[in-house]
């Protein structure tokens, strides 16, 4: 919204992810500035490239800014490398600015002293702090009038409340709630957003809740409890008695102690079987008529 407002005398190159290896760094740059990059390789050819373009700007009066997103997730070698294209400019005046934007931990990393030279050169800094609640509304209101919205006032007091005290001002968060809000409203055809729909948006973005209590420890606790009676279980089975293990891996002893167990269990389920099938027989016999038996009077 605020780079639509620049005129034509800035050119500007805006790096989303800043993720990247040396070379894709500066190849990245050169093509958002609309360079032609083709048969360029080295970081070398690229920062030539780079510096033609800006003495080319320079001569028309164009600034040229470089605008670095999510900056705290920038390396090490890549923020040198920032503070190094600084340093391109003329005995009058820097031929190109830029510009870091990141979370607070940006703050932490320049604090370091290895980055002592970078932070010198940063001649206006700005930290947005987290709105309050007066502000959160406003806010919603601007990004409304934005978006085009005829009725600026699609949320009520107690949807805007309970915006705020989720989000704890954070614009970001404002965003994906009002966003999610509206969707919902959309579904339920509701032409106000109130604090029952933001809630139901805010519960699930948060997801399931976590068990709390007692539960969330004895449930555990028996399952593991019973995962180890299986396994004493298993190891009693397979226990190696006196049997000495000099002289073997414990792998053959594991193998010899799983056949053993493995034939005990088959030569058990052969007797069951012969077993059963003798029980059956004998009970067929029981059930048939003798051949010589007299017949009943009649």
Not at 128 to 152: C, H, M, S
Not at 198 to 212: Q, S, T, Y
Not at 217 to 246: H, K, M, Q, T, Y
Request: charged content about 25%.
């Amino acid at each position: 919204m605020l780079l639509s407002r620049l005129d034509s005398h800035t050119r500007i190159a805006h790096l989303f992810n800043p993720k990247l290896g040396t070379r894709d760094f500066f190849k990245y740059i050169c093509q958002d500035f609309g360079l032609k990059t083709d048969g360029i390789a080295t970081k070398g050819e690229f920062l030539s490239l780079l510096h033609t373009f800006l003495m080319e700007c320079y001569a028309r009066r164009e600034r040229v800014v470089l605008i670095v997103d999510e900056a705290q997730t920038l390396s090490p070698a890549l923020l040198e490398e920032v503070r190094l294209i600084t340093n391109l400019e003329t005995p009058k005046a820097k031929l190109l600015q830029v510009i870091l934007l990141g979370q607070p931990e940006l703050d932490k990393t320049l604090a370091m002293s290895e980055f002592r030279q970078l932070k010198q050169r940063i001649s206006l800094r700005f930290n947005l702090k987290p709105l309050n609640r007066q502000e959160t509304g406003e806010y919603i209101v601007r990004r409304l009038k934005a978006a085009g919205a005829r009725n600026t006032s699609l949320f009520d007091d107690d949807a805007v409340k309970e915006i705020f005290r989720y989000s704890k001002g954070i614009p970001r968060l404002i965003n994906v709630v009002c966003d999610n809000s509206l969707m919902t409203g959309f579904v339920y055809e509701k032409h106000i957003i109130d604090r029952g729909i933001v809630r139901e948006v805010i519960k699930d973005m948060e997801g399931p809740a976590v068990r709390k209590g007692w539960k969330a420890i004895l449930i555990p606790a028996i399952v593991i409890l019973a995962i180890a009676g299986v396994l004493i279980a298993w190891w009693g089975n397979l226990s190696f008695g006196d049997r000495s293990c000099e002289g073997e891996s414990i792998q053959k002893v594991f193998r010899s102690k799983i056949s053993k167990v493995l034939e005990v269990t088959s030569l058990d389920r052969i007797d069951r079987a012969t077993e059963a099938s003798q029980n059956n027989n004998s009970a067929a016999e029981q059930d048939t008529p003798a051949s010589n038996s007299p017949e009943p009077n009649k």
